[in-house]
């Protein structure tokens, strides 16, 4: 079975300032890892994903991700915030085995808010 | 436009009514997932098809809903008598086969509202 745990539902930063979201996963096989971003009433736009290459996945807009094994984790983060990255942040896991579906399970997500 | 498309992109019934959504994945993706989407959740798996053929579908998806792929192209969602919960915004994703090691691509979804 697979799980993701995003923790903070909110989170709130300034503008320029680090924006670190987390990620946990739990996966009984090798998982694929996604980090996706969503605008209000729109669908999903994918900023990267980890497919057991690079343990370090830089994105789009400047957004990278670490998959640490060890801790089970695949945070998100931006050196500095920009007004346009508030949006909702999802995480999402998947299988890497070749398992039939490929289906993604999401996080509850993380809501950012960008304060000037 | 190459992207996923969903339609309608809005849907408010009343409490009993059918309706049916539809999407077009991207051209050459085989792959089609839907998946359902409640205020403050992410997004739930329901249904997967690879071409024409339905292959997995998750235990949200009640006797009352059905989806079909004919023709391995477009996809239907349809919902019989609608509830109240089953107010959601209701997702499309395609994608090419896993061996390419490639991600879903979400159309902008059908926010659907059962009054």
């Known amino acids: 079975a697979q799980s993701v745990t995003q923790l903070g539902s909110h989170v709130s930063v300034s503008e320029g300032a680090l924006v670190l979201l987390r990620c946990n996963y739990s996966?009984?096989?090798?998982?694929?890892l996604f980090w996706y971003v969503q605008y209000p009433n729109q669908g999903l736009q994918l900023l990267l994903k980890?497919?057991?290459?690079?343990?370090l996945v830089k994105g789009i807009n400047g957004f990278e991700a670490e998959f640490k094994k060890s801790e089970t984790s695949f945070h998100l983060t931006k050196p500095s915030a920009h007004m346009s990255d508030a949006a909702e942040y999802f995480c999402a896991v998947s299988r890497a085995d070749g398992g039939a579906t490929n289906k993604l399970i999401f996080g509850t997500g993380t809501l950012l808010a960008v304060q000037p | 436009d190459t992207g996923v498309s969903q339609n309608p992109r809005h849907k408010i019934t009343k409490r009993g009514q059918n309706v049916t959504f539809r999407c077009d994945p991207i051209?050459?993706?085989?792959?089609l997932y839907w998946y359902r989407q409640t205020l403050g959740q992410g997004p739930e798996f329901l249904t997967y098809f690879q071409n024409e053929a339905q292959l997995e579908k998750s235990r949200l998806l009640s006797d009352r809903f059905s989806a079909e792929r004919p023709k391995g192209s477009f996809s239907t969602l349809e919902i019989q008598r609608t509830e109240q919960g089953d107010s959601a915004m209701y997702l499309c994703a395609s994608s090419l086969p896993q061996i390419y090691n490639t991600e879903a691509f979400f159309g902008q979804g059908t926010r659907l509202t059962v009054v």
């Open positions: 980890y497919t057991s290459a690079a343990t």
């Open positions: 051209s050459e993706h085989n792959r």
């Open positions: 996966s009984s096989v090798p998982p694929y």
